[in-house]
């Protein structure tokens, strides 16, 4: 099973993105899409696959900390 996480890009430098995740920035490769800075990313093995809505990437965030504070 593969997962992706959403996270809001903070900055873009070329083909890279530093990604907010929770407060913890990420460097990630975001050559398959085009975000701008402010926009959410769903983020799979280092690489943006998909540029989400707020209210979609909010739902999946909500859901993994559902999943956390159940483990």
């Known amino acids: 099973m593969c997962v992706a996480i959403p996270g809001r890009v903070t900055e873009i430098?070329?083909?890279t993105a530093k990604?907010?995740?929770n407060g913890n920035l990420v460097n990630v490769n975001i050559?398959?899409?085009a975000p701008e800075v402010g926009q959410y990313v769903l983020v799979h093995?280092?690489?943006a696959i998909e540029v989400m809505e707020k209210e979609q990437a909010q739902e999946i965030i909500d859901l993994f900390a559902d999943l956390e504070?159940?483990?």
């Open 45 to 47: 093995a280092g690489c």
């Open 69 to 71: 504070e159940l483990a």
């Open 31 to 33: 050559g398959l899409v």
């Open 13 to 15: 430098d070329g083909m």
């Open 19 to 21: 990604v907010d995740f």
